[in-house]
């Protein structure tokens, strides 16, 4: 029992360490060499969130990212920002920025993650989508005409730009400050994002103080 005890003890003591460790460049996340600009007010801290409605793994984050999004300070500013590889992907891009233009996207968000996840709805179809956007006080010919605007196409054909300034080759991941990027590979888990974006921030925090 106390030898059962003592390698509990042991092994939580050894993932406290693990946890207490500070982050690495190279090995918990990746240091872009030319920033990418963001888009938030001065003084605040950008994370934006490139990810997929069609990706289980972006899936399986929300909840816990959701968690801790709802606790960030107020100098921080999250955004999302849809993955744009072309096919579904582009039309997902497309249903998310028509969202952000009926002034629906908050609300649809997970319930659109739901209906392709849980429901095996495909959501790729501008009429599905439409369809899919009508029970969220939006006539359908609104929602087409969103899917089909001029600022629509701009919005997706500046996510994929940025998506490629950020060299991102999959999703999900997390970019702090335009400069940082962490993936589930580096983080170790998707649980693990959150918390190093986390430490992350802090250190944009410390950079900036250093600097003024």
């Known amino acids: ?5 003592s390698v509990a003890l042991i ?3 050894m993932s406290t360490l693990a946890m207490a460790a ?9 240091v872009l060499d030319e920033p990418v600009p963001t888009r938030v007010e001065d003084g605040q801290i950008a994370v934006t969130e490139a990810f997929w409605y069609g990706c289980p793994h972006c ?7 959701n968690a801790w999004v709802s606790e960030l300070p107020d100098d921080v500013t999250f955004q999302r920002m849809p993955a744009t590889m072309g096919g579904a992907w582009n039309r997902h891009a497309m249903a998310f920025y028509a969202a ?7 609300e649809i968000h997970e319930d659109f993650f739901d209906a392709i996840h849980q429901q095996g709805e495909q959501l790729t179809d501008p009429e599905d989508i439409a369809t899919f956007f009508s029970d969220y006080g939006v006539s359908r010919q609104d929602a087409l005409d969103a899917l089909n605007s001029f600022g629509v196409k701009s919005e997706v054909n500046q996510a994929h730009a940025r998506m ?10 997390l970019i702090v400050d335009g400069r940082y990027v962490i993936t ?7 649980e693990n994002m959150p ?3 986390g430490e992350l921030i802090d250190q944009v925090r410390e950079e900036r103080d250093d600097a003024s």
């Open 1 to 5: 029992m106390l030898k059962t005890l």
């Open 11 to 13: 092994g939580l003591g």
């Open 22 to 30: 500070p982050t690495v460049a190279g090995e918990h996340y990746r």
């Open 59 to 65: 899936y399986k984050l929300e909840k816990p990212l």
């Open 100 to 106: 952000k233009q009926l002034g629906i996207q908050e």
């Open 164 to 173: 490629r300034a950020m060299q991102l080759m999959g999703v999900p991941a």
């Open 184 to 190: 589930p590979s580096s983080a170790g888990s998707l």
């Open 195 to 197: 918390q190093i974006a």
